[in-house]
């Protein structure tokens, strides 16, 4: 089994960054996308980040210009820059593989304050 380890969440003012990892103990970026998922109190999970074994990149409207995924094969790890976080950015974000596989990270908060 492969277990996806996330890092990097914490409490930030808007217009501050964070930087989120996703570690993943295998080798799965070859046969999955990868996704940056997050769910604020109240509102059900969405997706917020994609990043296909192409590289080829999707991005939830809203955090489109301010968020980039990227992901480093030889570390077998995936990132989310958040950048301008604003207040509504605020939410648990999880990773996941999205495709051969169905992993998900445990989950780290972000919070921004107004």
């Known amino acids: 089994q492969v277990q996806l380890v996330e890092s990097g969440g914490g409490l930030v003012q808007a217009g501050g960054s964070l930087r989120l990892s996703c570690a993943a103990s295998?080798?799965?970026?070859?046969?999955?996308?990868m996704g940056w998922y997050r769910q604020a109190p109240g509102k059900p999970r969405e997706l917020a980040a994609l990043?296909?074994?192409?590289?080829?990149?999707n991005y939830k409207d809203s955090v489109k210009g301010r968020f980039i995924i990227s992901q480093d094969n030889a570390k077998n790890t995936v990132y989310l820059q958040m950048n301008s976080l604003k207040p509504e950015d605020t939410a648990v974000y999880y990773c996941?593989?999205?495709?051969?596989?169905?992993?998900w990270g445990q989950g780290t908060q972000v919070t921004v304050s107004s």
């Open positions: 996941h593989s999205v495709g051969f596989d169905n992993y």
């Open positions: 990043i296909a074994a192409t590289a080829v990149t």
């Open positions: 295998g080798n799965i970026f070859s046969r999955n996308a």
